[in-house]
């Protein structure tokens, strides 16, 4: 018997870690934003809304657009 609830234990962590997993790459595909690295290690994230922050997504869409073609 208590073979099998170690067994139930780690089939209920699996699924949690493989459904945490799926949510997160999910929600990752709907959020965009740009991210700006600088030379001494610090960064910015710009949200969309932001001026530069659309200009720079537009300029990644539209390389990634021509990559794929």
Known sequence: ?????AL???MI???SAAGAFLLRQRTAQRTEKAD???AD?????????NAD???LLDLARTALRSARA
Request: charged residues 15%; neutral net charge.
């Open 13 to 15: 962590a699996a699924g």
């Open 1 to 5: 018997m208590p073979r099998h609830k």
């Open 8 to 10: 139930a234990g780690l």
């Open 41 to 49: 290690g610090t960064m910015v994230s710009l949200d969309p809304g």
């Open 53 to 55: 922050a659309d200009a």
């Open 36 to 38: 700006v690295h600088f």
